[in-house]
Structure formats: structure tokens, C-alpha cells
């Protein structure tokens, strides 16, 4: 059993920054890609970030150059850096490996 739990979700003002994390416990391998998924009040859930097991990242192009995802496989934990947040940026955020979901931590955008 997988277990997927994120933190760091909060309110912020316009223009601040905040770092999610995303603990994975059970029996994991981590070679799975890490997934930063998101959805915002009546919308589908969208990918925001992905980083593979190999280094290689990918974003949503509405949070490129303002979102960062890394990972710490020592820790099996991955992080999403967000900085100059946006009120468009305001959703649950989830973290995915492989067919696990996390339960999601929120970020509100307001001022």
C-alpha cells in the first residue's frame, strides 16, 4: 500500500510564493515520474508539473518560469516551488505516482 500525503497549501497574496510537498510512504519505488496535478473550482483537474525518475521535468505551459518541481528520492518526498502566484493559480493541488493519488492540500490566491 501506497500512501501519498501533500503539504505547504495556504493563503496567499498575489505575487507570494509557496512549496508544496508530497511525502510518499509504503511500499514505493521510486522510479515512478512524480505528478503535480491541480483543479480549481468547477474546472477538471489539470497536470501542472511532472518530474520523471531520471531528472527530466515538464510543466503546464500557464506555470512555466514561475513553478518549479523537484524531488528528493532519499526523502521520497517531491516538492512544487511556486512563486509570483497568481488568483488563476487558486486549486486543490494533488500529487500522483503511478495509479496513487494523494487526498490534496489547498492554495488560495487572494489578496
Known amino acids: 500500500q501506497v500512501q501519498l500525503v501533500e503539504s505547504g497549501g495556504g493563503l496567499v497574496q498575489p505575487g507570494g510564493s509557496l512549496r508544496l510537498s508530497c511525502a510518499a510512504s509504503g511500499n514505493i519505488l521510486m522510479r515512478y515520474a512524480m505528478t503535480w496535478y491541480r483543479q480549481a473550482p468547477g474546472k477538471q483537474r489539470e497536470m501542472v508539473a511532472v518530474?520523471?525518475?531520471?531528472?527530466?521535468?515538464n510543466y503546464a505551459d500557464s506555470v512555466k518560469g514561475r513553478f518549479t518541481i523537484s524531488r528528493d528520492n532519499s526523502k521520497n518526498t517531491v516538492y512544487l516551488q511556486m512563486n509570483s502566484l497568481k488568483p488563476e493559480d487558486t486549486a486543490v493541488y494533488y500529487c500522483?505516482?503511478?495509479?496513487?493519488w494523494g487526498k490534496g492540500t489547498l492554495v488560495t490566491v487572494s489578496s
Open positions: 500522483r505516482m503511478g495509479d496513487y
Open positions: 518530474a520523471t525518475s531520471g531528472g527530466s521535468t
